[in-house]
């Protein structure tokens, strides 16, 4: 597979660190603090109540794992693991997706803002493309991310060579 639907999106594989069974891991292109990704399910449901009880089984297990990774890949001491289900929570990408945050003393003036920037980050005056990471900078980070999993890894540049355009 090469790319993958979040929502309203095509997903490139080469941002795609780890993919089980039903569900799928992604870097972001605006992350809150370093080592922010997602967790999703294989199938695009908008809400958490949609998902059948396999696929919340995945989606968690698949969590638990992401989570351990970039807790230590970003040398994170702590993780805010957070599901907006809901526009009025927040959700502006209609896939259920479950934020995973690697925490470090002081990222936050005060912890709880971590919410906020949860909140507005991705809201349509702050999420323009010019504040996106490149798809060089995300696609180096899945490298690295995939390299926890025991899943075929193929160099960046050929991988790179042989994707064309979406
Ligand atoms: W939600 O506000 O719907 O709980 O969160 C959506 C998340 O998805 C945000 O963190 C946003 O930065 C991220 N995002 C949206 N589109 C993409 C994309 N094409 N690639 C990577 N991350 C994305």
Known sequence: MSTFRFGQHIIRASVVFHQ??????????KPVVPGHVLVCPLRPVERFRD????????????????????????QGTSLTISLQDGPEAGQTVKHVHVHVLPRKIGDFENND??????????????DVPEKWRTEEEMEGEAFQLRMYFNEPQKPLVERREHEGPL
Do not use: G, I, M
């Open 113 to 126: 803002n971590v919410y906020d920037e949860l909140q507005k980050h991705d809201q349509q005056l702050e």
């Open 51 to 74: 998902l059948r009880p396999d696929e919340v089984a995945d989606l968690f297990k698949t969590t638990q794992k992401v989570a351990d990774v970039v807790e230590k890949h970003f």
């Open 20 to 29: 089980t069974e039903l569900s799928f891991a992604l870097v972001n292109r």
